[in-house]
C-alpha cells in the first residue's frame, strides 16, 4: 500500500482561545515497503503527523492516500485504521491484560478474527519478536523492561498491519535490548514487506535503516529526502537542531585533517574500513 | 569539608533471604567516591547500577557489608537521614519527580522538608533558577515545560537543598537531544563549582565525558579506571553488552588489516592524528 499525503495540516481545538496550528501543508509519499524517518524537535508535529497517518486524527485540510483509501476532512469514518499499527512510545505502559496472550490477542480479537485465527496469529506475532512461547501464560508485568516492550510490538503485529508505525521504539533500552529491535524492524521490513515509519531522535538509526528521511520543523515539512543527502549539510542539520550520526561526526573528524576527504555518504564501519584501506592502497603505489 | 562516600564488601538483595548470593543485585561491591568527582557508572539493564545507585543515598540498606561518610560507618536511620541530605538524587522519568503546581512551590519543597527559613529559601530559589537556567520560570506551571526543563527543575530543587553529591540515574535517556545536552552540560558545570557527580547510564558516549568510570556488570565492578585508561581498554565494553565508542572500533579494525597505529590510543583526538600522518 503506497502513501500519498497532500498538503496536509491539523489544527488543535479550532475555534477556541487555544486554537493551535500543529501541521501545515505537509506532503510527503511513501512507497509500499520503504522505511520513512521522521525526525525532528519535540513540538514539531511529528506526533500529530502519526496521529493523522494512523487515522486517529481527521485532517483539517488536505488529503492522505493509502492504497485504494481516500481521507480528507470531510471523511467521516476513516477507512484505514485496521491497516496501520502504531507502536506508541514507552509502549509497555500500555499492557493490561492478565497474561501475555490475553494482551496480545486483544487487538485482533477486536478485529473480528476467529478463536483458532487468534491463536494462530498470537503465536506468530510471539515468534516474530523473538520471545519464548512459554511466556503467553505468564503475567506480563513479571517480564523486564526489554520483553515487555516486544511484547507490546507483538500486540501490535498480531493485527498485521501493512503499515507499522514506531515512536521511538528504542527509547530507554540498553545496547542488547535496541539492537535486538532494530534487527526486527530490519526483518519485518525485508521478509514481510511491511512498511515501516520511523519516529526517532537517533540519528545513527536514520543512517542505518532509513530509505528516506522527512525533517519536520514548527509544523512544517523542513526537509524531505535521503539520509545522504540530510546528512551532507551540516550548517542546515544545526538549523534543524539535529545531530550528525555517530560515523558521520567521526569522518568529518577525520576530513578537518586529510585534503581530499571522505565521502559522508558512508553509514558503516566496514564501508569506512574497506575505503580507508583503498586509499592507503593507492598511496603507497604512488 | 564535603562528603566522602565509601562502600566496604557491600551486597544487596530486596529479599536477601530468598535468593542465593549469586543472583544477588549488588555483589561485593568496594568503592570510593571522593568529594568533588565525575563519575560515570555504566552497566546494561540488570546490571545492578541502579540499586547502586539507591544505596549510596540511603534508600536502600546493605544487606551486608558497610558504608561510610567521611570514614564513620552509616548505621542508623539517623545516619541514613544525614546521608540523603548530603546526597541528591535525579531519576530517569521528568514527570516521576515534580510534586508541586508551580516551579517556585516545587523547588520550596525539598527545603521546607529541611526547615530552611522563608528568607533564606527565597535566596536559593533564586540562585538555583539562575544556575539551571530557569530564571524567570517561577510562577509556570510544571506540566507546561519540557522533557529537558523538567529535568533541570528537578536538579533546582535538589540544589536548593544545597547537596555535596548528587546521583543522576539515566536522567537524560528520556529526553530529546536538545534536552540531554542541556543536563549534560549542567553536569559538567556541578562539576565545575565542586559537586560530586555520579552518573548513571548506559550510553558509553555519555559516560566518556566523566573522568572516572565505573563498569558493572550483574551485580560486581568490573572495571573502575580513570577515563583515560578506559579509552585504551574500552574494546573489552562489548562482553558487558555495553557499546564501544566508534572510533575505538575503527582503530581495532585498521590493525586488523595490518595499518601501523599505536596499539593504545587515549583518545580519538590521537587516533586522528595518527591516522591521517598515514594517509
Known amino acids: 500500500m503506497d502513501i500519498d499525503v497532500k498538503e496536509l495540516s491539523y489544527v488543535y481545538q479550532k475555534g477556541t482561545p487555544f486554537e493551535e496550528q500543529a501541521l501545515s501543508n505537509v506532503s510527503l509519499a ?18 500529530t503527523l502519526i496521529g493523522l497517518l494512523s487515522g486517529l486524527l481527521r485532517p483539517s485540510s488536505g488529503s492522505i492516500t493509502i492504497g485504494d483509501y481516500h481521507v480528507t476532512s470531510k471523511t467521516k469514518k476513516i477507512p484505514f485504521r485496521s491497516k496501520v499499527g502504531v507502536v506508541f512510545q514507552y509502549p509497555e505502559q500500555q499492557l493490561f491484560a492478565e497474561t501475555v496472550f490475553k494482551d496480545i490477542a486483544y487487538g485482533p480479537s477486536n478485529q473480528g478474527v476467529s478463536l483458532k485465527g487468534i491463536e494462530d496469529r498470537v503465536q506468530q506475532a510471539i515468534k516474530m519478536v523473538g520471545l519464548d512461547e512459554t511466556l503467553l501464560s505468564k503475567s506480563p508485568f513479571g517480564l523486564s523492561g526489554g520483553q515487555m516492550r516486544r511484547v507490546a510490538l507483538a500486540g501490535v503485529l ?16 540498553d545496547r542488547a535490548g535496541s539492537e535486538q529491535l532494530l534487527s526486527l524492524i530490519q526483518s519485518l521490513h525485508e521478509k514481510n514487506q511491511v512498511t515501516i515509519i520511523l519516529v526517532t531522535h ?5 543512517a542505518r535503516l532509513a530509505d528516506q528521511v522527512l525533517v519536520m520543523d514548527k509544523g512544517e515539512s523542513a526537509f524531505y529526502g535521503t539520509p545522504i543527502e540530510l546528512f551532507s549539510d551540516k550548517e542546515r542539520l544545526r538549523e534543524f537542531g539535529l545531530e550528525l550520526p555517530t560515523i558521520t561526526k567521526l569522518i568529518n573528524h577525520l576530513n578537518h585533517r586529510i585534503n581530499s576527504p571522505i565521502p559522508t555518504s558512508i553509514f558503516e564501519l566496514d564501508q569506512l574500513v574497506a575505503y580507508l584501506e583503498k586509499r592507503r592502497k593507492e598511496t603507497e603505489n604512488e | 569539608m564535603g562528603t566522602d562516600i565509601t562502600l566496604q564488601n557491600v551486597w544487596f538483595h530486596y529479599y536477601p533471604n530468598t535468593q542465593a548470593k549469586e543472583n544477588w543485585a549488588v555483589k561485593d561491591v568496594s568503592l570510593t567516591f571522593s568529594q568533588g568527582e565525575y563519575i560515570s557508572i555504566i552497566g546494561s539493564n540488570g546490571s545492578g547500577k541502579s540499586s547502586l545507585a539507591c544505596l549510596l543515598n540511603g534508600l536502600f540498606i546493605p544487606s551486608e557489608g558497610k558504608l561510610f561518610i567521611n570514614g564513620t560507618a552509616i548505621d542508623s536511620d539517623q545516619d541514613r537521614w544525614e546521608m540523603k541530605r548530603r546526597v541528591g538524587m535525579i531519576f530517569q522519568n521528568p514527570d516521576n519527580q515534580i510534586v508541586a503546581p508551580s516551579v517556585l512551590d516545587d523547588i520550596a519543597f525539598g527545603m521546607e522538608n529541611l526547615g530552611v527559613t522563608r528568607e533564606d529559601m527565597q535566596i536559593r530559589i533564586q540562585q538555583v533558577l539562575q544556575q539551571v537556567g530557569l530564571t524567570g520560570f517561577e510562577k509556570k506551571e510544571p506540566h507546561h515545560l519540557s522533557g529537558g526543563q523538567k529535568q533541570r527543575l528537578a536538579i533546582a530543587g535538589i540544589l536548593a537543598m544545597q547537596p555535596d553529591v548528587i546521583l543522576f540515574d539515566e536522567s537524560t535517556s528520556m529526553l530529546d537531544p ?12 556541578l562539576h565545575d563549582v565542586g559537586i560530586t557527580v555520579i552518573h548513571i547510564t548506559h550510553q558509553a558516549s555519555e559516560a566518556f565525558r566523566a573522568d572516572r568510570i565505573i563498569v558493572l556488570h550483574q551485580g560486581s565492578v568490573m572495571l573502575d579506571l580513570p577515563k583515560k585508561s578506559l579509552y585504551a581498554n574500552a574494546a573489552q565494553l562489548d562482553q558487558w553488552g555495553l557499546d564501544v565508542p566508534l572510533s575505538i572500533q575503527l582503530h581495532q579494525a585498521l590493525r586488523k588489516k595490518g595499518w601501523q597505529v599505536s596499539d593504545k590510543v587515549e583518545s580519538e583526538e590521537q587516533l586522528v592524528s595518527e591516522l591521517w600522518t598515514l594517509m
Open chain 2, 178 to 189: 536538545d534536552g540531554r545536552n542541556s543536563i549534560l552540560q549542567l553536569m559538567s558545570e
Open chain 1, 202 to 206: 537517533q540519528m545513527d538509526e536514520v
Open chain 1, 158 to 173: 498480531a493485527m498485521e498491519p501493512s503499515i507499522l508505525i514506531l515512536d521511538e521504539p528504542t527509547a530507554g533500552l
Open chain 1, 30 to 47: 511513501i512507497p509500499h515497503g520503504k522505511i520513512q524517518a521522521i525526525v525532528g524537535k519535540t513540538g514539531s508535529g511529528k506526533s
